[in-house]
């Protein structure tokens, strides 16, 4: 790692040039840049991805028609805009790995505007002939999509003010669609619309929401964006954690540069992009992104990414936080996490998972073992905690669901949401109070209080869980035994009785915390024991649920017959 003796300087353009410290930095003249992109929610991955492959296009390929305008919707951006306009839109990325660290000035978003107040200068310049692609980091909450029914949050307020068209947009569609109705009626093609959000189908789900909305706006214009648009669909994978003060301090110390907002992230980034464009673009395979000719290509790396890394965060999130964990490179260290997570993936995930020429499933697991164990990313246990009613129906609740058709293990993946709901109840195990930062936190956190030890009142969720997993016996089951047994056990001792842990069956690796798969472990004495102590639990909780299996069955088929009813009514 550099220790600089030069003196501290506040990024800026007029600076560039001293920043000898630095790795890599703009060679590229700012000043002749033009916004070919302008993106919705300037956060750390955003700044951590695609700012940075935007930045290679600029620095290696003069593509100076493809820099980044910036746009915060929200009065929480202001903080953004505050940190970046001082410091003419640069940051540095400070990538971090065992072998040590580096510092990279990134130039490639060279405005910033802040919507609100703002909210003409925002439009105009999606609206802009020069803007060809708006990018989208929003989060899965600014989709207003609902998992279950596929179809947009019409009745949420922020739609219906949107849609009335009372105020200024308070929605990326308000703005996407106020800006593309001026490119229909200017005669221009409409610029992409590219979702860059850690979601399944991200651009299809962006294509059906904006034409749903516009569709209720503007008919016209709805009907040109469909025959004329462009959404396509990626997967994107750079684990990005939260920036603190001693990663600025750092900064300052290390390499001679103050900035307002770094970014700290891994040496690992990856992105897979459909060539699915309406108005043009860079030239993205030239500086390492795997553009792929169909949404089918995406998909299957989309998979493999959502389950196995982003499924695998929420695995371990909330047991670990249970347990009493901070940082992820701590949990994944623990021989007794580690092979939980190991079972999970091998056993309950991979055999749902495509086969991909060049792609070698072990080898990702094994690559995730390691950038989990990366100790100097710091990335905190509370982070990949982060909106779990968002995260559950995309990278959890689906091999649940697929499982159980197929007939294999839920155990596993069914403890991951049982530690969920024990979580959303905003109390550890000892009794302190904790935030739950879910844009349903309240409703959820109050669900998770009434039901206590009992899954019910949470599995009612209609925008988390469909009647598949609702209404099915065994789910129901496995979550109440996995429930109760956090309960009456807490999350460790609760671990124990899932994992099976034999040195010659699963070698932990030292302090990488990677573990050697075995498909034919032989259980131990204490393993057998917990398995017969869980198997009589299992048996008494099934004849309990004997009468709550009859209930839910009847509650299914009535909901059936009401939904037939309903279609009959129409017809």
């Known amino acids: 790692m550099p220790h600089s003796t030069d003196s501290v300087l506040r990024l800026s353009n007029a600076n560039l040039a001293q920043f000898s410290q630095a790795e890599t930095k703009p060679s590229y003249d700012r000043t002749q840049l033009k916004h070919g992109i302008v993106h919705v929610g300037v956060g750390g991955f955003h700044r951590a991805h695609l700012a940075v492959y935007v930045d290679r296009l600029l620095s290696n390929l003069a593509a100076n028609d493809w820099s980044i305008c910036g746009v915060g919707l929200t009065p929480f951006d202001a903080s953004m805009r505050d940190a970046l306009a001082p410091q003419d839109c640069l940051y540095t990325v400070i990538e971090r790995s065992a072998a040590g660290s580096s510092a990279h000035i990134i130039g490639s978003i060279s405005d910033f505007i802040f919507a609100p107040g703002n ?11 020069d803007t060809h692609i708006v990018s989208l980091t929003i989060t899965e909450s600014g989709y207003y999509y609902n998992e279950n029914t596929h179809y947009l949050e019409v009745n949420d307020p922020n739609i219906q003010h949107d849609l009335a068209g009372e105020g200024p947009p308070r929605t990326t569609y308000g703005y996407l669609t106020a800006a593309l109705a001026r490119r229909y009626k200017a005669g221009l093609k409409p ?22 909305f516009a569709r209720l706006k503007d008919p016209d214009m709805a009907a040109w964006l469909s025959e004329n648009g462009a959404f396509p669909n990626s997967m994107v994978d750079r684990i990005t954690p939260r920036t603190m003060d001693e990663d600025k301090t750092g900064l300052k110390k290390d390499f001679s540069i103050e900035d307002a907002w770094p970014v700290v992230t891994e040496p690992f980034m990856q992105w897979v992009l459909e060539d699915n464009f309406s108005d043009g673009r860079p030239p993205f395979e030239n500086v390492g992104v795997q553009v792929v000719p169909t949404v089918r290509d995406v998909e299957q790396f989309e998979l493999i990414k959502l389950r196995l890394l982003n499924g695998g965060h929420v695995a371990m999130g909330y047991l670990a936080a249970l347990a009493g964990f901070k940082y992820v490179h701590e949990v994944i260290n623990d021989p007794l996490f580690a092979a939980y997570l190991n079972d999970l993936w091998y056993e309950e995930v991979k055999p749902l998972l495509p086969q991909i020429p060049g792609v070698d499933i072990d080898d990702y697991i094994r690559t995730l073992h390691s950038r989990f164990s990366n100790p100097t990313l710091k990335d905190e246990v509370a982070r990949i905690c982060l ?20 007939r ?11 530690a969920w709901f024990r979580y959303l109840t905003g109390i550890d195990e000892n009794g302190n109070k904790y935030k739950v930062d879910d844009p349903m936190a309240q409703e959820l956190k109050a669900l998770a209080r009434e039901g206590g030890a009992s ?16 209404y099915d016996g065994r789910f129901v089951r496995e979550i109440t035994i996995a429930m109760r047994t956090l309960d009456r056990r807490g999350a460790r001792k609760t671990l124990e009785k899932y994992v099976e842990l034999e040195d010659d069956k699963a070698s932990v690796a030292g302090s990488s915390g990677s573990i050697t798969h075995s498909h034919s472990r032989e259980p131990s004495r204490t393993r057998g ?7 009589q639990e299992e048996e008494i909780a099934n004849l309990r649920q004997q009468v709550l299996d009859l209930t839910l069955e009847k509650k299914r088929l009535a909901s059936k017959l009401n939904d037939i009813w309903k279609l009959a009514t129409v017809y």
């Open 191 to 212: 610029f992409t619309v590219m979702s860059c959000d850690n979601m399944q189908k991200n651009g299809s789900i962006s294509r059906n929401m904006l034409l749903a």
């Open 455 to 470: 899954p019910n009142a949470l599995l009612g969720v209609q925008s988390i869980f469909g009647d598949d997993l609702r």
């Open 119 to 129: 909210e003409e200068a925002v439009i105009a310049k999606m609206a802009h002939k």
């Open 408 to 418: 294999g293990s839920i155990g596993r993946l069914t403890l991951c949401v049982a």
């Open 529 to 535: 024991d917990d398995l017969k102590s869980r198997l």
């Open 387 to 406: 909106g779990g009613s968002g995260k559950m129906p995309q990278f959890i609740l689906p091999s649940i669901a697929e499982q159980i058709e197929s």
